[in-house]
């Protein structure tokens, strides 16, 4: 079973940083894979932040553009989210996932075939 552990999450104001982290477990079998974050806020749909793919091709949304930085480290299965210049609106529970890659681009994927259980990140003006 693979499984996903998220951290880093927190409380900041406006304007501040925060670097998430998911570590995955082994077992997951895609050569091609995509592995990225989403975020749910309460009484909102649930949002693609960012992407990367098994090629190291990445794509985010667009009001993270500039902002966000998404990368991964294959030695140590981690996943990773900076998180730079944080606006109250990007207040929400931030979840990792990973799935087969296939034809779709990985940017923006807000449905993944295993995905952990969140971390909060709360964003003050």
């Known amino acids: 079973q693979v499984q996903l552990v998220e951290s880093g999450g927190g409380s900041v104001q406006s304007g501040g940083s925060l670097r998430l982290s998911c570590t995955v477990s082994s077992g997951y079998e895609y050569s091609s894979y995509c592995m990225g974050w989403f975020r749910q806020a309460p009484g909102k749909e649930r949002e693609g932040v960012a992407g990367i793919d098994s090629d190291g091709r990445t794509g985010y949304k667009d009001s993270v553009k500039g902002r966000f930085t998404i990368s991964q480290d294959n030695a140590k299965n981690t996943l990773y989210l900076q998180m730079n210049s944080l606006q109250p609106e990007d207040t929400a529970m931030y979840y990792c996932?990973?799935?087969?890659?296939?034809?779709?681009?990985?940017?923006?994927?807000?449905?993944?075939?295993?995905w952990g259980q969140g971390t909060q990140v709360t964003v003050s003006s």
């Open positions: 996932g990973i799935d087969r890659l296939g034809r779709r681009s990985c940017a923006g994927r807000t449905e993944y075939a295993y």
